[in-house]
Structure formats: C-alpha cells, structure tokens
C-alpha cells in the first residue's frame, strides 16, 4: 500500500488547496483584466483618440495644446499592458488581441510626430518612447502584430528629441522640446532650473534603442548628463550622492537645496540603479550605492507611536531639519531597494550570492519595512485608498489643526492632500517584494489595494458591464470618497500592470528592467545589439 489513510486524505486535501490556489488567482487576475478592459473602453467609446480623456463629463483633448495631432498619450502608454495581460490571461485573450490589432492600426495609419509644439523632453520619453520600444519588443516576443510599426515610431520621435540634448554647453537639456523645429525651451517657472528627477530619467529608453538599432548617438547623449551634475557639484562628498531637485542647465549647478525623493527628485535614483541592472555598469551601481547610504544616513526615520519607517525631506539642505512629509511617490522606493538588494533574485537566492553583504542586508530590511508603510498608508484610511501625501507623527510638528488624524496615530493628511491620482508606487513595490519572496502577505495586500480601486474608483461598475469609467478620487476621507473628472494614463500603464502582475506567476526579474513608466525592456546583452558589441560606459570621473 503506498499510501496510509491519513497520508492519502493529507495528499488530497493538498491537491485540493493547489486547485482552488490557482483557481483564486486566476479569478483575481481575470477581475483585474476586467476592470481594464471597462475602463479602456469608456475611453476608446467616448476619448479616443484623446491624449487626455474626463470619464465623468466624457470631454477630451490632447497635450501641449495640439489641436489635430495627438501624441498617443493614453494609447500609447497603455499598449505593453493590454500585451502582458493577453499573454497570461485564461478568459479574455480575444478581447486583448482584438484592442492590441486596434491600436498598432492607429499607430501606423495616424500617430505622427511632427507636431509643431515643445512637449516635455522627459514625459515624452518615459510614456511615449518608453510604451513604443516596450511594444516593439514584447510583441516580437509574443509573436503578434507587426514589431517594426512600434520600433519606426520610437527611433522618429527619439530623433526629434535628440537636439535637446546638443544645446547646452554641459549635455544637460532643458525641460521640454518643440518635436517639429528641433528647438529646446528653459523651463517657464523655477528661474528656469530643470528638475534632477527629469533629464537623469531618459536613460534606460534611449540606451535600449541604441541597443536594437546598434547606432551608439541615443547613448551616448543621455549619459554625457551625469559627469557635470556630478563633477560641478562633487555631489558625492558634499552631497553624499542626494541630489537638491533643482539644476541649471547651463551650468549644471543646483538651484536651492531641497533635497527629498518624492516629486522633482524621485526617479534620480531609480535610474542609477536600472542602469546597472539593464546593462551590468558598475559605474552606475557604485553611484546607486552611495545614494543609498546618504539615504539611510540623512532621510529614513519612524513614526510615533508605533515606528512605521519614513523617508523623510530636506528642505533647507542635509544638515536643516527633516521634514516627516513623504508623498505616495516615495513608495516606490521599496521595489527599488529590494532589486538593488537582490538583483532580481529570490531574496534565498541572492544571500547565497557573492555580491552579498551587510549594506545589502541593510537595504532588504528597508525594503521591506517602507512597503509595509506604505500599505499601512492604504489600509489605514477608512476607503482603504492612499492620499497623494502624508505627514508622519514626529512628535515635532505643532500645526496639525485640521488635519486627519490616522486611527493609529502614525501619520496625518493635510486636507489639501487627501486626493488619490490612482498611483502606481505602492502596488509596485507590493509586485516586486512578492516576487522576490512569495510571501503571500503581499498578495494579501495588493487584492485589498485593488479591492478598494474597484469600489470607489469604478464605483459604478458593476462586472457585466462592457465599458465603465474609473476615475481619480479628489478626497478619500469623505464617505464615501468623492469622485474627479479625470482618469490618468498611468492607471493603465502602470497601476493595473503592477496588480496583474502581481498575480501571475514565472515572473523572472532578473531578465527585465521597468523604466519609471513602468514598461519593460529586456537586459541589454551583446547578443541583444544590432552589431553584436555591447555599448558600454562613456564616462568617468576625473
């Protein structure tokens, strides 16, 4: 006999909870899957093909004041999701195929570039440059559709971007680029300061391209930023690698020293990192590395009572008083740690590596204890969605009349604050600590997160319902939550990506690198590049 009574009934009741294991995820995935695909179709119905669609009011209008050219800004962003989606969905594959057929249609028949307007050098990038290079390489890899309508429409627009680039004497562009005269413009506000955040956020686009076109220009004129930011600033001794969110183009200099990793300042740093992990520099690392310790160093304290770990601002400088505000931005920052801890790999995995070391310890710990705030900044507010920014109990701050008090009393939401722009950063991190421990805390948490989208974003929406419109919520402490005429393109992009993915599973991480916009491209190989000959580093310190 192989088996005894109550090993048998063990084995079955086993077999029993990976059936309704998979059957559980595959509904979780199949509802987020739905809520897309309604809210993708209350725009292509009513928006299309708007760059900026109003669910509620149904009005539409495209970016930068182009009157008859929109820039994909909704369709584009939002192509690698409806990609990834179908090809790991169970039940609507159909249906993402026939809108994937739709939008490379309108890409190759309608979207043009030459637009005589000055778009924003580095949105443009990450949506626009970012969505097509991303489309062009996961529908070569899933075999559906024409690869080079995506490819053809990147490597155009990379080029009516790339003169930002050249008039400057540092490589440092300004903010936004005329995509029809080729002409660059300072920013309109800041003294004409660029934010950090924006032109070292163009790297891993603009790399990539050169990686699949084998011509070294889109390189080569993103990473000439970096050797007079750092070197004009010696950003890592006086700085210790935190950068203030503003510089002077011309000069490279910083404007003021606010230094925070929410807006302005944020994806500074995520690029270092996916620089490395895209392509194995270990300049880049050791940049990411001592950022890092700055980090830990100068912004990361807890809250009272309980100790929920911040990051913190800086506003007056390193050595001026930290402010307990975060904005829900920062969350992405335990993704971001825990990759650089892990380098994709199972957190078992990556302790047995030889890169391992305390720092790195230090850096999963952290990890994991920011996704956890994080979270608590959803599960603690009775919606159970997150507002734009909170400002954790340092017991220091004395004007807090008015503010709305956690129930646990670790953190407040200033009433100016408490709107939700359907944000990716939490479920982001939620995604990346789940993979890279399969703890099915994180699962746990993500569903609540989406659980609380679907009943206050899609209040409407019920699940028979073709199309719904989603929408941005303005306050998330009424009750129940009121509505906003808006809808942003990183909901598709990023938010609900960020969930599906997070119910999938084989989701190898140490093969592909998201950019800020959360579309994935593949580790650059020499095998990857046209010419056979990996693009490697152009500069160093002096």
């Not at 300042?265 to 990411?288: A, I, N, P, V």
Request: proline content about 4%; aromatic content about 12%; glycine content about 6%.
């Amino acid at each position: 006999m192989l088996f005894t009574k109550g090993l048998l009934a063990a084995v079955v009741a086993y077999i029993a909870f990976l059936v309704y294991q998979s059957h559980s995820l595959d509904n979780k995935r199949n509802a987020i899957e739905l809520a897309f695909l309604q809210s993708w179709r209350d725009y292509t119905r009513h928006g299309w093909d708007a760059d900026v669609y109003r669910p509620i009011s149904k009005a539409k209008s495209n970016m930068y004041g182009s009157d008859s050219k929109p820039l994909g800004w909704i369709i584009v962003d939002s192509i690698d999701s409806m990609l990834l989606m179908y090809n790991s969905s169970r039940k609507n594959q159909e249906h993402f195929k026939t809108e994937i057929l739709r939008v490379e249609d309108w890409v190759s028949t309608k979207l043009d570039y030459d637009i005589d307007v000055s778009v924003s050098l580095f949105e443009t990038t990450i949506r626009m440059l970012g969505g097509l290079l991303s489309a062009f390489y996961l529908s070569d890899e899933m075999n559906i559709g024409d690869p080079s309508i995506y490819l053809a429409k990147a490597t155009d627009l990379a080029n009516r971007m790339l003169p930002a680039f050249e008039n400057t004497a540092t490589g440092i562009p300004y903010s936004s680029i005329n995509l029809h005269t080729g002409v660059s413009e300072k920013n309109h506000v800041d003294d004409g300061a660029s934010s950090t955040a924006e032109f070292t956020t163009l790297q891993l686009e603009f790399k990539y391209l050169s990686a699949i076109t084998g011509d070294d220009k889109y390189w080569r004129a993103v990473e000439k930023v970096y050797k007079p930011l750092y070197e004009e600033n010696n950003l890592i001794d006086t700085y210790k690698g935190l950068a203030p969110i503003y510089v002077y183009p011309d000069t490279a200099s910083f404007r003021g020293r606010n230094v925070r990793l929410g807006s302005r300042g944020d994806s500074f740093y995520e690029y270092l990192l996916k620089q490395y992990l895209q392509s194995h520099e270990t300049l880049y690392y050791d940049l990411y590395r001592k950022s890092m310790e700055g980090v830990k160093q100068h912004l990361v304290s807890k809250s009272s009572p309980n100790g929920l770990v911040y990051i913190g601002e800086r506003e007056h400088g390193l050595f001026g008083p930290l402010s307990s505000k975060m904005d829900h931005l920062v969350c992405f920052m335990g993704g971001l740690l825990a990759m650089g801890a892990t380098e994709g790999l199972h957190i078992s995995k990556a302790r047995e590596q030889a890169f391992w070391d305390t720092k790195r310890e230090e850096d999963w710990i952290l990890a994991e204890e920011l996704t956890y705030t994080c979270y608590q900044m959803y599960h603690q507010i009775p919606s159970g969605l997150a507002p734009e920014i909170v400002v954790f109990n340092d017991q220091i701050s004395s004007s807090t009349h008015g503010w709305w008090k956690s129930e646990k009393g670790d953190f407040y939401v200033k009433p100016a604050d408490a709107h939700n722009l359907q944000r990716p950063e939490t479920v982001e991190s939620i995604m990346f600590l789940y993979h890279l421990t399969k703890d099915q805390k994180y699962r746990n948490w993500g569903w609540e997160i989406f659980q609380a989208f679907q009943k206050h974003s899609g209040q409407s929406c019920k699940p028979s319902d073709a199309e719904c419109p989603y929408t941005c919520i303005s306050n998330v402490l009424a009750d129940p939550p009121t509505k906003a005429d808006n809808v942003e393109s990183f909901w598709l992009a990023e938010t609900l990506k960020y969930l599906h993915l997070l119910f999938q599973d084989d989701i190898d991480l140490s093969s592909i690198v998201f950019n800020t916009e959360a579309h994935p491209f593949p580790i650059i190989t020499p095998e990857q590049t046209k010419n056979g000959t990996l693009l490697n580093t152009g500069w160093s310190f002096d």
